[in-house]
């Protein structure tokens, strides 16, 4: 049997462009399609950061400095991208922020712009500036949304409305693009064990409760690592899902299902 996370050569020579790849679920993303055989051109805001994870990955890789907020920064991310590499074959819009935690009227305008522009805004700018390479490749978008973009959260009234947005853009966007080969997906996580998820539990009150709750609301009895949402990517991206379009794939563990609190 084939160890877990061993090579299989499921994205062997394909070029994505990973936007949020230096941390949390976009990291475990990078080193899964880096496994997988892809070219990874990672990008975040701080670029040290950007080129230290891509040469941690290898040589075949870069990091770029990219606000996703920011079109023209996006446009000539995507364009060194293509400088280096001559082709994309998937754009993965994985960057994204939670804060705050309120509801809405407890939120900034500040808040709720900053929000918008980085989870949604961001998959604007790949999409205007990555669509014709995608179009020559018959290539895919992949979102990273989540599970609370369909059933809602409690105290996260804006955090979640940009995820119902991703989700709905989703599905637009597959119908807008399939006449032209490009597939576009979306992976939706629950709770999922990330610096900024460990970080947030730690300054709780009850730090204990918080990850014994973080586990029960998953009814396979754990709250995952990024990698389970990784290898779903790896997946989604893959020849494998060569005929899935518009999907919002739920990796929760089942969080979504039944009564359980």
């Known amino acids: 049997m084939e160890a877990l996370g061993s090579m299989t050569g499921l994205l062997t020579n394909k070029t994505i462009f ?15 399609y880096a496994r997988e ?10 670029i040290e950061e950007a080129k ?16 996703v907020s920011n079109g023209p920064q996006v446009q000539a991310a995507i364009e060194e991208v293509l400088a280096k590499f001559g082709y994309l074959d998937a754009i993965h819009n994985n960057a994204g922020i939670a804060s705050p935690s ?8 500040d808040e709720w712009d900053r929000l918008f522009a980085i989870n949604v805004k961001g998959v604007y700018w790949t999409a205007k500036h990555g669509f014709e390479a995608l179009k020559a ?18 105290i996260h009234a804006a955090y979640s409305a ?12 597959a119908l807008d693009y399939a006449t032209h080969g490009i597939r576009v997906n979306a992976v939706c996580p629950a709770g999922v064990w990330t610096p900024m998820l460990r970080q947030w539990a730690s300054e709780q009150a009850d730090p204990t409760s918080i990850s014994r709750y973080l586990d029960e609301i998953h ?6 690592e990024g990698d389970v949402i990784a290898e779903a990517s790896v997946y989604l991206l ?10 919002l794939m739920h990796v929760t563990g089942g969080a979504e299902l039944g009564y359980r609190r």
């Open 18 to 32: 990973l936007t949020g790849g230096s941390t949390g679920i976009g990291l475990e993303c990078a080193k899964a």
């Open 37 to 46: 055989g892809a070219r990874v051109a990672l990008c975040c805001p701080d």
């Open 52 to 67: 230290k994870v891509a040469q941690s990955l290898g040589e075949a890789h870069i990091g770029l400095g990219c606000d």
């Open 102 to 109: 309120s509801t809405l009227h407890e939120t900034t305008e």
């Open 137 to 154: 490749s018959r290539g895919c978008i992949l979102n990273t949304s989540s599970l609370v973009g369909e059933i809602g959260q409690e």
């Open 162 to 173: 940009t995820k119902g947005a991703m989700n709905a853009l989703t599905k637009s966007m």
């Open 219 to 224: 009814p396979l009895g754990f709250c995952p």
């Open 238 to 247: 893959s020849e494998k899902a060569r005929f899935v379009t518009g999907h």
